[in-house]
C-alpha cells in the first residue's frame, strides 16, 4: 500500500511518500500553505499521482499528550482534507519528536541533507506508521 505523510504546518507540510511495498520513506518537496486553497489543490494533485491509498497526518501533542492550538489546527487541516478525499483514509498520527529527529540526523528515510526538514519530519513520521503498522 502507498501512504502519503504529512507533517502540517501553516507555512509549509513537509511530505513523504511510502514505496509500493510498504516499506521505504521517501521526503518530497513540502507543500507552502497547505490550508490555502492552492496549497490544498496540490496536495489532492499530489495524492492522486503518487497513487495514495492513505494518507497520515502528523498529529503535534505535546509532551504530556494534551492538545495545543497546533494540535487543533492539525486536526481542522486533516478534517478538511478527508472530506476532499472521500475514497482515500485521512488518519492522524502522533508525531512527537518527528521534527527533533528530522533535525538530529539531517536525513530520514532516503533522503539526503539537501532534503527540507519538513519532508525529513514526514518521513520519520511516516517510517514510525510503516514500522507500526508492519505485517
Given at each position: 500500500?502507498?501512504?502519503?505523510?504529512?507533517?502540517?504546518?501553516?507555512?509549509?507540510?513537509?511530505?513523504?511518500?511510502?514505496?509500493?511495498?510498504g516499506?521505504?520513506?521517501?521526503?518530497?518537496?513540502?507543500v507552502?500553505?497547505?490550508?490555502?486553497?492552492?496549497?490544498?489543490?496540490?496536495?489532492?494533485?499530489?495524492?492522486?499521482?503518487?497513487?495514495?491509498?492513505?494518507?497520515?497526518?502528523?498529529?503535534?501533542?505535546?509532551?504530556?499528550?494534551?492538545?495545543?492550538?497546533?494540535?487543533?489546527?492539525a486536526?481542522?487541516?486533516?478534517?478538511?482534507?478527508?472530506?476532499?478525499?472521500p475514497?482515500?483514509?485521512?488518519?492522524?498520527?502522533?508525531?512527537?519528536?518527528?521534527?527533533?529527529?528530522?533535525?538530529?540526523?539531517?536525513?530520514?528515510?532516503?533522503?539526503?541533507?539537501?532534503?527540507?526538514?519538513?519532508?525529513?519530519?514526514?518521513?520519520?513520521?511516516l517510517?514510525?506508521?510503516?514500522?507500526?503498522?508492519?505485517?
Open positions: 500500500m502507498r501512504v502519503l505523510a504529512l507533517d502540517y504546518g501553516s507555512a509549509r507540510c513537509g511530505v513523504a511518500v511510502s514505496d509500493p511495498t516499506v521505504l520513506a521517501t521526503p518530497l518537496e513540502p507552502r500553505r497547505p490550508a490555502s486553497r492552492e496549497g490544498m489543490g496540490t496536495l489532492l494533485a499530489l495524492v492522486r499521482e503518487v497513487q495514495a491509498e492513505r494518507v497520515i497526518v502528523g498529529l503535534p501533542l505535546s509532551l504530556s499528550g494534551a492538545d495545543s492550538d497546533q494540535t487543533r489546527e486536526r481542522g487541516f486533516a478534517a478538511a482534507l478527508g472530506r476532499r478525499l475514497d482515500v483514509p485521512v488518519e492522524l498520527y502522533d508525531e512527537r519528536f518527528t521534527t527533533r529527529l528530522a533535525q538530529r540526523d539531517g536525513t530520514g528515510g532516503s533522503g539526503g541533507p539537501r532534503t527540507s526538514e519538513d519532508s525529513r519530519a514526514a518521513a520519520h513520521l517510517s514510525s506508521w510503516l514500522d507500526r503498522h508492519a505485517g
